[in-house]
């Protein structure tokens, strides 16, 4: 078989096995909700996944100069270009997921707090307390000097109130770490501008997959800044040019859709991520911390146990959080370095074919 | 004494016991010379000896009488202070011991009526759900205490010392360098001056006499399970302190993006900044915030390390990503002495990074950073890659005008000159590729001149990279039509290179033999242009016929003709040289000097008969003057030169 039949070959089962890894994605078990930390661990697998092979392709056993001439000398660099927005993307997320882990943190002590029998109004008091940190974490209007929305809450509960500096000092972390201006959500637009599908013969040639690559890359940054809290998210696009006609995108389109229908709802309240634990941990908060407000020692008996019953969900979403956070931060680290080197890698496939380098 | 679990003896004979234990108890209790914990050990198991003791005497409701009691006077102590402003640990340390005291006696009774086997005792549940309740407002108190205490104490401790980034000397070598002479360039070297005055420096984050009441605090937050409140507090104000300490520095938050778009003046500015902050940051600030974590949390388990690890993430993440930005970046020649900068800093504080984050949950800290001084170590070679192309690959269009010193001899020598203060850390880099380099010089330093200092491999790549120049050199004085100009060119040239290498610290590593050489070079360029210029112009003033006596007139004639239109060729062309170096200028002008004036007094006294014939344009002494105006760079025509020297 000669190499052009071979790279057709190699190019059709990688669009086949996007397919099937987006496919897999779409339809999860009962635990791995959509967009939650197990599933985002799947979902970062999955890029890994597509990343190897399509590297394999475009890179192994390649006379560099064919890389140079058009349209590679075009593509190949707007790729890279992507790439690097991905990187800056990357750490604004794995930025997000320690206000996530701040979350984990305080639901830890509503759990403590709650998790008495029987229960008196101290305790309650105590997870009131933390709750409302919670929620406050959690509706982080992640915009920069979010501080300003912190203090126009009303602390009213002791006399002093909560002590502003604290709570100044957490939320103003989610921006501390970034450029002022960077915005999660410009940057996403930024990585899809000029995204154009490949047509007529280039469509059945390389820079197919190098389309392919460029969309998965675009959605896993897209779905990350979704779900997990990030400078300035205010304008995500919820929409791909994608055509649908393309075979190997069909559940990835799928899911595009369902995230940005989510993402749609939620955006006019006003909301942290898309999380699943997030998204389940504000429900939970907001009826545990009525309940707080609610309850005088002995309290009602069918509130005690519903707000019982809250407790123990919490206690599961805080134990898969525990279990899974801190490892996402790590995979997304990993995500990081493969980007790099696979941006060294074409680079020096640029160079080699002599090219002018970006 | 917190998990003495105290229950309800169910017999007569277990009322003996308790009554002969609480006996025993304030025996003990006389006794002198009790340490203090001992003391308190007794004073707690008194109480909950009297606590079994009342319960025992009577049955239900009466017997709680003592523990509400007891329970009414904590609650007075405590809830009087949630109607005062003023905060505990201002109001003076017998305040604070008193509260805290109180909240023990709380904690005190809370354990002891959990203790008791739960009769479904309605008086027991109240005095115990009180009882949380008060703990609950003492618990909250203590975090505003706490938060208060570290806020107030968190703003006197800046310390003094830190200089401004604006005070360091931060010189961008660019072509400006080339138009440097030595002394300045020395004087301009960028690297981190403070490399060696910035060793581990440990402050008081917070003062001294602070850290007591936060311990204070935070044993009695932590016996009452309230520890993860004080964890939220303590990492919410130290980290926002340490971010502000970072920012002071004023590194820039910038998005890779933007680092690797970024144009080379600003970006040296940054990476500056960040050796700086790197050193203050791991060298002092967390080392003095992980004493802190140990001092205040220490005897908690792993709470210390996890609280420095919060406190710290944010910070040292900026910094690590800022570094890995870099080392994705092209890696121009220029970049070079900036990257060695981090690399050394890096390298120098990895130690303590592994020190700082030595347990489990701050291992990817280190995997990271050393990650990150690899990527580093590939940059510092790649930029030294990438620099000798430049010096081999630099091409010129046009001849250097003048056959001056170039641009290209001034960058490269002054900027190697630089080299010699990272010789360590280039020697470490370049090991694995001393071998392949040292065979491609081709000026083997062997022999007893050789040295430890000229084998090294920093030295065998800074000769590979004049070698580099002296190969450009070469081509770069093919341009020149006039062979003679080539000669001066390369002369100029070589002799610049070495008398950079003997002035400077770059003389170990090239050594006397290498100097040899060159000088010997140079040489042979100053002979060739004697040879190419004037041995013709010699030739003329040749005696045909030796022994016969003086010339014919017309012969004469002819001559000096030949020799004034030849020297008056010369200088028109060769006033516009260049000879920088004034040694090297007056040594040629001497060397010239000897031959042709030599030559043309020979000529003219050899024919004294025509010596007052006008057809001698010139002097002895015209010739010897004129001579002198060779090499200044200013283009003369004799025309001038005559009518000066007739005023």
């Known amino acids: 078989m000669d190499t052009q039949e071979q790279e057709l070959e190699d190019i059709e089962l990688f669009q086949k096995h996007v397919s099937d890894r987006f496919t897999e994605l779409s339809s999860p078990p009962e635990d791995d909700a959509l967009l939650s930390v197990s599933w985002l661990h ?94 406050s974490a959690m509706n982080l209007d992640d915009k920069e000097g979010t501080h300003v929305k912190a203090t126009e809450r009303s602390w009213s509960f002791g006399r002093r109130g909560v002590n502003k500096e604290q709570i100044a000092g957490h939320f103003r972390s989610l921006s501390w770490q970034v450029a002022k201006n960077w915005s999660s959500a410009k940057q996403i637009q930024s990585m899809i501008y000029n995204l154009v599908a490949p047509r007529g013969a280039e469509a059945s040639g390389l820079p197919s997959p190098i389309y392919t690559m460029n969309v998965i890359m675009i959605f896993v940054m897209w779905a990350l800044v979704a779900a997990i809290p990030c400078q300035e998210r205010n304008g995500l696009p919820t929409h791909f040019p994608v055509p649908k006609q393309l075979n190997w995108a069909h559940s990835l389109i799928g899911l595009q859709e369902k995230i940005a229908d989510e993402w749609k709802k939620k955006e006019k309240k006003g909301m942290s991520g898309l999380l699943d634990e997030l998204q389940k941990m504000e429900k939970l908060a907001q009826s545990l911390i009525d309940f707080t407000d609610s309850f005088h020692f002995p309290g009602d008996a069918e509130k005690v146990k519903e707000a019982a019953v809250n407790v123990s969900e919490l206690k599961e979403i805080f134990g898969r959080m525990d279990q899974g956070l801190t490892p996402l931060q790590m995979h997304i680290r990993e995500v990081f370095h493969r980007i790099v080197r696979s941006r060294t890698e074409f680079l020096d496939v640029l160079e080699k074919g002599s090219a002018p380098v970006l | 004494m917190d998990e003495c679990q105290s229950a309800i003896p169910a017999h007569d004979g277990d009322l003996h016991v308790v009554a002969a234990a609480h006996h025993i108890v304030k025996a003990l209790g006389t006794t002198k010379n009790l340490s203090d914990d001992l003391r308190k050990i007794l004073i707690d198991l008194d109480a909950h000896l009297s606590l079994i003791t009342s319960n025992i005497d009577s049955k239900g409701g009466k017997g709680f009488v003592e523990v509400e009691e007891r329970l009414k006077r904590v609650e007075r102590k405590i809830v009087i202070w949630e109607s005062d ?9 017998k305040e604070a011991s008193d509260y805290l005291e109180a909240v023990d006696e709380v904690q005190t009774l809370i354990d ?35 938060i208060h205490m570290l806020v107030k104490h968190k703003q006197q401790s800046e310390p003094t010392y830190i200089p401004s980034p604006s005070s360091q000397r931060n010189v961008v070598y660019n072509e400006s360098v080339v138009s440097l002479d030595n ?45 993860q409140e004080f964890c939220e507090a303590f990492i919410g104000v130290r980290k926002e ?182 010789c360590s850390t280039l020697n470490l880099l370049f090991e694995d590729q001393h071998s392949d380099v040292a065979s491609l010089v081709s000026e083997p330093q062997c022999g007893p001149t050789a040295s430890l200092s000229t084998s090294c491999p920093m030295a065998c790549h800074l000769r590979s990279i004049t070698s580099s120049l002296e190969s450009n050199l070469h081509k770069k004085s093919k341009l020149y039509k ?58 003329l003033l040749k005696d ?60 003219l006294g050899r024919n004294p008969a025509h010596v007052d014939d006008k057809c001698i344009k010139h002097t002895v002494e015209d010739v010897e003057k004129l001579l002198l105006d060779l090499f200044e760079g200013s283009p003369r025509s004799l025309r001038n030169s005559r009518r000066m020297m007739k005023t």
Request: glycine share 6%; charged share 25%; hydrophobic share 40%.
């Open chain 2, 241 to 422: 302190a340490l971010e502000q300490h970072f920012d002071i520095l004023e590194n820039g938050k910038l998005s890779i993006e933007d680092l690797l778009k970024m144009e080379w003046c600003s970006l040296s500015t940054e990476m500056n900044k960040w050796t700086w902050s790197m050193k203050i940051i791991f060298g002092v600030y967390l080392m003095s915030e992980k004493r802190l974590c140990d001092q205040v949390l220490g005897e908690f388990g792993s709470v210390n390390s996890f609280c420095f690890l919060e406190i710290a993430k944010t910070t040292i993440l900026c910094l690590l990503n800022f570094g890995e930005a870099i080392a994705m970046g092209p890696q121009e020649p220029e970049k070079l002495l900036r990257l060695l900068d981090m690399y050394e800093t890096l390298a120098d504080l990895v130690i303590d990074i592994d020190a700082l984050f030595s347990e489990d949950g701050g291992s990817f800290v280190r995997l990271e950073f050393h990650k990150l001084l690899e990527g580093l170590a590939d940059s510092v070679k790649a930029a030294f890659n990438a620099f000798g192309v430049a010096v081999s690959s630099n091409g010129s269009l046009y001849p250097f005008p003048g056959g001056g010193v170039h641009p290209l001899s001034k960058y490269v020598m002054n900027y190697i000159s630089m080299f010699p203060e990272y």
């Open chain 2, 85 to 93: 402003r003023i905060m505990i640990w201002d109001s003076g340390p």
């Open chain 2, 183 to 227: 002394e300045s360039a020395k004087e301009a070297s960028s690297k981190n001056s403070c490399s060696d005055e910035c060793g581990e420096y440990i402050v008081d984050l917070v003062p001294e006499h602070v850290i007591p009441d936060i311990k204070s605090i935070a044993k009695v937050m932590f016996a009452s399970d309230y520890g």
């Open chain 1, 42 to 135: 799947r979902l970062l697998d999955v890029f890994l996944c597509c990343e190897a092979e399509f590297e394999a392709i475009l890179i192994m056993d390649r006379d560099p100069s064919q890389l140079s001439k058009p349209p590679f000398d075009r593509l190949i660099p707007e790729f890279i270009e992507r790439a690097v927005k991905a990187l800056d993307i990357c750490n604004a997320v794995a930025n997000g997921v320690d206000s996530v882990r701040h979350c984990q943190k305080l639901s830890e002590i509503v759990i403590s707090a709650l998790d008495q029998n029987p229960l008196g109004d101290g305790h309650a008091k105590r997870a009131k307390k933390a709750l409302l940190m919670l929620l």
């Open chain 2, 482 to 539: 006039d062979e003679a100009l080539q000669h001066i060119f390369l002369m100029n040239n070589l002799h610049y290179m070495v008398q950079k290498v003997k002035g400077s610290e770059l003389r170990p590593f090239f050594g006397d033999e290498w100097i040899r050489k060159h000088n010997a070079k140079f040489q042979q360029h100053e002979m060739n242009y004697e040879r190419v210029t004037w041995s013709s112009v010699v030739l």
């Open chain 2, 544 to 603: 045909d016929n030796p022994g016969s006596s003086s010339l014919s007139k017309s012969a004469f004639k002819e001559k000096c003709k030949g020799f004034s239109i030849a020297f008056e060729e010369v200088y028109k062309n060769q006033t516009s040289w260049c000879i920088p170096d004034p040694q090297l200028r007056e040594d040629l002008r001497i060397s010239t000097s000897l031959k042709v004036v030599h030559a043309y007094r020979t000529f």
């Open chain 2, 112 to 146: 002891s009526l959990r203790g008791l086997s739960m009769n479904e005792n309605q008086k027991q549940k109240e005095l115990l759900h009180r009882a949380s309740s008060l703990l609950q407002m003492a618990m909250s108190r203590l975090e505003e205490e706490l």
